[in-house]
């Protein structure tokens, strides 16, 4: 298989200080690869430099001159003064000028003239003949529709596409670039955090692209689950080198405890085997019956190839979660709960109830409110109506993503010190040393720390104010997958309640007893992780799709009325209704889809029919043919337009 790319003997230095060193890395076409390691390691630099964005000190960076390599940087934005649908349609630029070249030569064929000269008209059909196969090879036909579906997949409806880019928020923006790269089909695509921003069905959307996807994959990604579902390589970045393992980020983890425990075996052992031959040289050497052994012995130990000690685990977060005091049974209770920013309602008449020691995963859109409820159950945001109560001896501790607890003007160590005054310096340092602040690095301020530094911060704060319920809100935003591991590990063993909001996949599994999904006026809940919903959810649907889950009501007899439903009931139509009628429109989105496609094959080989040289020879033919496209381009023109209303309407009725 085909290298894209060879990375060989890379050094990176900023000043003096190491940041790469002999970095070798390899891809073939269509591998998968990961580049995972701690903050700081050096992932995003290597990728820089692999993309032509970063000078590197000595190596070679190895690639075919054919291939295109296209990058996306942690967090960038498109910016353009564009329209979403025109930004998109400059990938293909070189498509439409080549559109634009064969409709000339279908004009010039079309001219009754144009068949007096056969030479000419020979060259002319040859040539157009050659564009088009070409055309068709560089997606020419398929181009609009495809950009249609990663819009959609990024969650860009037509109704977007006239939006101008310039007024679109961060997140959109990164989607969109997202989607831009996606386009240009490089033939490696490198990808920094390309999941932040998505919620958790566009995650799964991208998943599913890249894996179908033509080219190689080179990706820096904290999320544990995208990695396992994407790629096939990992590169661990540690101590500036760079180590190969073959599967998924899951068989990584298996293999370098593996190989760790191997390699401490063979030092141990060579180590042993060392200790023998000395010990065996000092009382040999000196006896004149054994002294050649024992010289024998002492140039065999020069001549062995001494194993270096391996490295130990590079210095991880020490986290635990304590309890001042236990809870009662009764944890938290929300009854017709509102919720919302400046009275304009996000969530409306939320019911739930949490007992002791449970660890419940909030799951829903982007936008639909999950924040905010907990904002509102903190108390940060005013509740708009409903109730809200806390149970007996219940303490409530709060990890704000934003982490907007934090002051920007005051050092680390008085970030900590400052709420436990009665505290001594060493204890407070120790706190930190825990959470890897050591030496100077409390004394930084807190605006000049990085994601990743800030988290770990917040953290060392929710873990000193020892509450039995804790309200976590994407707790494993900037932290590294090795940070992520030691909370995760933290939380197992916290002996009070969790509600928590993440896009962390493989963190819900871990850590949910409860997965609760969040519409807008609805919260269904599913006792267990997040591979328990995704397993119901589908179970669900299917049933509803056989029919399974239709009420099976007694019909009212004629002298006796049907009783009223209750609110609940009511509900329950309403929702059941909604979800119909969603299931109707994607039948129908799909039908229409499969429609387009047919009617879009069919014009192509009219429009192929009509440019043999029998058919241009024959006029009334000709006519008939090109009648034919213009009857199957009606069709298609309705085609499109019943499936943008289908696509639509199921717009609407997942915004309500």
Not at 98 to 104: A, C, Q, S
Not at 329 to 346: F, K, M, P, R
Not at 483 to 498: C, F, H, M, N, W
């Amino acid at each position: 298989m085909m290298i894209v790319l060879q990375v060989l003997q890379l050094d990176k230095f900023f000043g003096a200080e190491p940041i790469l060193q002999n970095i070798k890395l390899e891809i073939k076409a269509r591998e998968r690869v990961a580049l995972v390691g701690r903050n700081g390691t050096g992932k995003s630099t290597l990728l820089k430099i692999i993309a032509g964005k970063l000078s590197y000190d000595r190596g070679q960076i190895i690639t075919p001159k054919e291939s295109t390599i296209g990058y996306l940087a942690q967090d960038t934005g498109l910016e353009s003064t564009r329209t979403i649908w025109e930004e998109m349609m400059t990938v293909f630029s070189s498509l439409h000028a080549m559109e634009k070249k064969l409709r000339m030569l279908e004009s010039k064929m079309s001219d009754p003239n144009a068949a007096e000269d056969p030479a000419a008209y020979s060259k002319l059909l040859e040539e157009y003949d050659r564009k088009q196969e070409t055309f068709k090879q560089q997606g020419g036909y398929v181009y609009e529709a495809e950009t249609r579906s990663v819009l959609h997949g990024l969650r860009f409806t037509k109704e977007h596409y006239d939006t101008p880019i310039s007024s679109l928020s961060g997140g959109q923006k990164t989607r969109l670039a997202l989607g831009k790269l996606l386009l240009t089909k490089p033939d490696l695509c490198i990808l920094d955090e390309p999941t932040n921003h998505l919620d958790i069905e566009t995650l799964s959307w991208l998943e599913g692209y890249l894996q179908h996807y033509f080219g190689a994959i080179l990706v820096v990604s904290h999320d544990r689950y995208f990695l396992d579902a994407i790629v096939g390589t990992v590169y661990e970045l540690s101590r500036s080198q760079c180590t190969r393992y073959h599967g998924n980020y899951s068989n990584f983890l298996t293999q370098k405890a593996e190989r760790a425990e191997q390699q401490w075996k063979e030092f141990e052992k060579q180590q042993e085997e060392i200790a023998k031959t000395q010990d065996f040289i000092q009382k040999n050497l000196a006896r004149a019956s054994t002294t050649k052994r024992a010289q024998s012995r002492r140039k065999s130990l020069e001549r062995m190839d001494v194993l270096e000690k391996p490295d130990g685990d590079e210095k991880s977060a020490s986290i635990s979660f304590t309890i001042a005091k236990q809870s009662g049974n009764e944890v938290l209770s929300i009854q017709d709960v509102t919720t919302g920013y400046n009275g304009t309602a996000l969530l409306e008449e939320m019911n739930l109830r949490i007992t002791r020691g449970q660890r419940i995963a909030l799951l829903g859109p982007n936008g639909i409110g999950k924040s905010t409820l907990l904002k509102t159950i903190v108390g940060d945001l005013p509740l708009l109506s409903g109730s809200i109560r806390l149970g007996s001896n219940v303490s409530l501790s709060y990890y704000d993503q934003e982490q907007t607890g934090l002051h920007d003007g005051k050092s680390v160590l008085n970030e900590l010190w400052d709420d436990y005054p009665t505290f001594d310096e060493k204890d407070i340092r120790t706190v930190l040393g825990r959470f890897l602040f050591t030496g100077d690095d409390v004394l930084k301020e807190v605006h000049m720390l990085s994601g990743g530094e800030k988290a770990r911060l917040s953290l060392a704060k929710l873990m000193m104010q020892q509450a039995n319920f804790l309200v976590l809100d994407e707790p494993t935003n900037h932290l590294d997958l090795d940070s992520k591991e030691v909370l995760e590990d933290a939380l197992q063993r916290y002996p009070g309640t969790i509600l928590f909001v993440s896009h962390d996949r493989y963190f819900m599994n871990r850590m949910a007893t409860t997965t609760v999904e969040l519409e807008r006026k609805e919260m269904s809940l599913y006792l267990g992780n997040y591979d328990y919903y995704v397993e119901k959810k589908a179970e669900l649907l299917a049933m509803e799709e056989e029919g399974m889950r239709e009420r099976k009501e007694p019909l009212a007899t004629p002298h006796q009325e049907s009783p009223p439903l209750d609110n609940s009931k009511q509900s329950y139509e309403q929702q059941k209704e909604s979800k119909r009628q969603k299931r109707q429109l994607e039948r129908q989105s799909q039908q229409w889809q499969e429609e387009i496609d047919t009617l879009e094959e069919a014009i192509q080989s009219l429009e192929q029919a009509m440019l043999t040289t029998e058919v241009l020879a024959n006029h009334q033919q000709l006519v008939a043919l090109q009648q034919e496209v213009d009857e199957k381009q009606q069709a298609l023109n309705h085609a499109l337009s019943e499936w943008e209303k289908c696509e639509e309407e199921l717009l609407v009725i997942e915004e309500t």
